[in-house]
Nanobody
Framework: QVQLVESGGGLVQAGGSLRLSCTASGRPFSNYGMGWFRQAPGKERESVAAISYSGGSTSYADSVKGRFTISRDNAKNTLYLQMNSLKPEDTAAYYC?????????????????WGQGTQVTVSS
């Protein structure tokens, strides 16, 4: 049984920073691509960032490029999302997800397992 548990969300002022973590269990973490998605009320879920199994390849949504950094520690079975210069429009529930395969994936349909989400709220 694969489990993905996010942590690190909270309330922060615009311009502030947060680091999200996602701890995985249930199958070899280092074998799979990972991603972060977010969903704001009334909006569709969108890809924020993705990373390949080794961490050698990453991808970001245009809206977060230069502000967010995705990384992983395969020895700790943990995925991270460092979020800097946060904006009110970053407010959303953030989900980590584990892909079907090793490569970097963007579409939510390419992800097999999902965490329960952690709320990020950015005040203006």
């Amino acid at each position: 049984q694969v489990q993905l548990v996010e942590s690190g969300g909270g309330l922060v002022q615009a311009g502030g920073s947060l680091r999200l973590s996602c701890t995985a269990s249930g199958r070899p973490f280092s074998n799979y691509g990972m991603g972060w998605f977010r969903q704001a009320p009334g909006k569709e879920r969108e890809s924020v960032a993705a990373i390949s199994y080794s961490g050698g390849s990453t991808s970001y949504a245009d809206s977060v490029k230069g502000r967010f950094t995705i990384s992983r520690d395969n020895a700790k079975n943990t995925l991270y999302l460092q979020m800097n210069s946060l904006k009110p429009e970053d407010t959303a529930a953030y989900y980590c997800a584990q892909a079907y395969g090793r490569t970097l994936r963007i579409l939510s349909a390419d992800y097999r397992y999902w965490g329960q989400g952690t709320q990020v709220t950015v005040s203006s």
